[in-house]
């Protein structure tokens, strides 16, 4: 045996000759390569570095910076390889690699990142274990790094809201680093935000030209892409896409005021609601399409399925599925009832109230249609439901069959109703004369 070890001595050193002060260990007698110091070439067998458990590591002298050791034993940190990355004053142990369990923190020395991965400038990081008295976090740094630092700005942390409960919820954290409060998410989403403040953007390329405007929220695709305002809601694919300086506006639903440039104040709740509105403000539409043509004008309100879906006038109330469908640029109308004025087009200041309720012309002024299927044919004229309907005043039972309108007086020798300024000479509209009854009427 002595004579073995001795002659491989003899072979190291003539071999360390050879390589010009660099060793070659192997059995075939080539040279070492010139880049190595030492050079191990076999195929059959490894090679051992010096093994140890926890505490013989932990009571290395002075440990040289890059000083490896495989630990050994039955601990937390065992069946490892550990390399000192600090300095031999400063001792800073770190694990090589992962395992299958995943990584373990370093007893030791709990203020050190345990980093899994991070780039070759080290200003991009995933870590894991940060401090051992908040354990089970999963942290994402991303290009504010500083190596050797034990506290790196992080961008998304993935934790439990407890740090003594394993089963407690889990948080997903995202950090603003520039102390903004903003929220990004999706490929582009906020991506020429400069001093812009408490945004939320959800979605690809939502609010992507944003600088300088603040608290905004759009969650959808292209939601809000164009805008450099303040104070916006789009919620939906393409809501509120085309908005630059348009502020205080609120789109609910897909492509939901998805022209809109500079009008503000309006609110649009459903799918292609207020859909084609430019610089129209202070517009209300609720339903898919409602108010869906309107341009530029201002203070209409649509309720419903397509109601006032052609409006381009101002000043408009319309209630219910296709209300106004067909107003154009009339202005000041109400409808309440589905289809309630549907075929007024550019008629002002006519009111409708009832299912169908309605104008025979488009161009009528100051009417009003009260009742189901109401049809009012002039100008500065008032129908009162469609031919079927009686009215009474003061009964407690239907009028009569052969009554159109049939008036109670609250109390004897009262006035049923009363005309004034009628004489003996005013014109009678109907072919027969007025029954007075037995209080009669008053002229």
Known sequence: MKRLFLSALVFLAIHGLAGAQAISINTDGSNPDTSAILDVKSTDKGILIPRMDFMQRMAIAFPASGLIVYEIGNGATANAFWYNAGTPTAPDWQRVGLRATGLNCNPANPNVVTTVA????????????????????????????????????????????????????????????????????????????????????????ALELNTTGNFNTAIGVTALAKSNADNNVAIGNSALSSNTSGFDNTATGVSALFNNIDGANNTANGAYALSANTHGSRNTASGSAALYSNVTSDDNAANGYAALYNNTGANNTASGSAALYNN??????????????????????????GYGADVTAINLTNTSAIGANAKVTASNSMILGDNNVRVGIGLSNLPGPNNKLEINATAPDASGLRFRRLTSASPASASLPLDAGSQGAEC
Do not use: W
């Not at 354990?135 to 994402?140: E, G, H, K, L, V």
């Not at 680093?177 to 991506?191: D, S, V």
């Not at 549907?342 to 109230?353: D, R, Y």
């Open 118 to 205: 991070e780039d070759c400038d080290q200003d991009t990081q995933v870590e894991t274990d940060y401090l051992l008295q908040n354990p089970d976090i999963i942290r994402m740094t991303l290009g504010d790094y500083n190596s050797g630092t034990t506290n790196p700005t992080q961008v998304l942390v993935l934790r439990h809201n407890s740090a003594t409960n394993p089963n407690s919820n889990t948080m997903l954290e995202i950090f603003d680093p520039t102390g903004n409060a903003n929220l990004f998410i999706g490929e582009k989403a906020g991506n020429a935000n400069t001093t812009g403040m408490s945004n939320v953007a959800v979605g690809l390329r």
């Open 328 to 353: 154009t640029t009339g202005n000041n109308n109400t409808a309440i009832g589905s289809i309630a004025l549907f075929f007024n087009t550019i008629g002002t200041n006519n009111s409708a109230l």
